[in-house]
């Protein structure tokens, strides 16, 4: 791998940290934008429902439509549409525009994280390629364990609309780098009928794709409210509500690490099942944890830690059970991802909505229970 190469992986790691960044930042800007107008906190948390309902329909859409159209123009265009959504943002008169731009803006995220994947299979040796793609994925990883909590902590200190000034000179820069090192002239093959008649007819596929789903809904139904319950329920501080979001993200960096390392000795179903099994644990510490931070603590690190490897052992499996389809399963298993982060915020913000909000635990950990029971079917019944 040449020098050019290493610098363009850079620049798509640090892209992907900026998109994950951007899409989580209303979960540690919550009470904030609760307070700066005058909406609840459920309503607050409709800009990740809501963006992620959207980004569930256009990650495969505009992965069809921009087929033909160079990488890095593509790539390039979808974080120059982050800056400018995250300038406009930093200056929204009202929660009713800043939900309006947020919405146009997530365009940007459903195109940058699968087209970076594919455009870095274009020019990188095929030797190199798989690990080139889980390093830029690390991009993610990172703004869990740092981006969200960059922004709790910058937002609780400087303000919601500073935060998104903050957030547009990131995107800039990122913008700057993918443009600089990004090969041009790339162009990758078109997704075939035939690998999306093959996903939609193979039953396996569509129960992992299931699990994905629903595992993503009960993780959802709790974390986009983390910071508003703990500054509600254990009176945390600004700097306390970041420390948590990092706790929660390190953990996630650790286990995927571990999982990467022991998924090809247990296997991706095994994978899964341990991982499911501490969030599962870790969310019901979570909805037990009341006022003590401490307990909060251990709560989000056990969750946390098997987040990450979850996700990446339900695209293995994925990839496995239909190797010719691989294409079409990782734009599905993409578009599920966001539409459980929209179902599950949207089950929280009800339980907070309508006074319920000691149910959200009992939901998230149902949800992750059923997640489990189906993985394990799948695992049984098709031996994935």
């Not at 364990?145 to 998104?164: C, E, I, Q």
Request: positive net charge.
């Amino acid at each position: 791998m040449n020098y050019a190469q290493v610098r363009a992986r850079w620049a798509l790691l640090f892209g992907n940290f900026v998109i994950g960044t951007g899409v989580l930042a209303p979960a540690g800007l919550i009470n904030e934008l609760s307070s700066a107008f005058s909406v609840d906190v459920p309503k607050a948390g409709s800009l990740i429902g809501f963006g992620a309902a959207v980004l569930c329909i256009e990650a495969p859409l505009l992965a069809f439509l921009t087929n033909r159209v160079d990488r890095r123009i593509l790539l390039t265009a979808a974080l120059l549409l982050y800056v400018v959504g995250h300038l406009l943002s930093a200056f929204a008169p009202t929660f009713g525009v800043l939900l309006a731009v947020r919405l146009a803006m997530v365009g940007g995220a459903a195109i940058f994280t699968p087209q970076a994947a594919s455009a870095i299979a274009l020019f990188i040796a095929p030797e190199h390629r798989a690990g080139s793609v889980a390093f830029i994925f690390l991009g993610w990883s990172v703004a869990l364990a740092v981006g969200v909590p960059l922004v709790s902590l910058f937002g609780a200190h400087f303000g919601w609309s500073a935060t998104y000034l903050a957030l547009a000179g990131a995107s800039a820069l990122a913008t700057i780098a993918v443009f600089a090192t990004v090969p041009g002239g790339l162009m990758t093959p078109p997704l075939s009928v035939a690998a999306w008649k093959a996903v939609f007819g193979n039953r396996k596929v569509q129960l992992l794709l299931v699990v994905t789903c629903v595992f993503l809904a009960g993780q959802f139904t709790e974390y986009p409210f983390v910071a508003a319950h703990l500054k509600s329920e254990a009176n945390a501080s600004a700097s306390m509500i970041a420390i948590l979001f990092a706790v929660y993200g390190f953990a996630g960096v650790v286990g995927s690490t571990i999982a990467a390392a022991a998924i090809d000795r247990l296997g991706g179903p095994r994978t899964t099942r341990v991982s499911l099994v501490f969030v599962m644990v870790g969310l019901l510490i979570w909805s037990l944890s009341g006022a003590s931070v401490l307990l909060a603590g251990v709560a989000l690190a056990i969750w946390g830690s098997g987040s990450g490897p979850a996700i990446a052992a339900q695209q293995a499996r994925l990839i496995a059970a239909d190797p010719t389809a691989a294409s079409a399963t990782v734009a599905l298993n993409t578009s599920l991802l966001y539409a459980g982060q929209a179902i599950g915020t949207a089950l929280g913000g009800w339980t907070l909505a309508t006074g319920h909000s000691n149910w959200s635990g009992v939901l998230a950990v149902t949800l992750i229970a059923v997640a489990l029971f189906a993985s394990v079917i799948s695992e049984r019944r098709f031996s994935a």
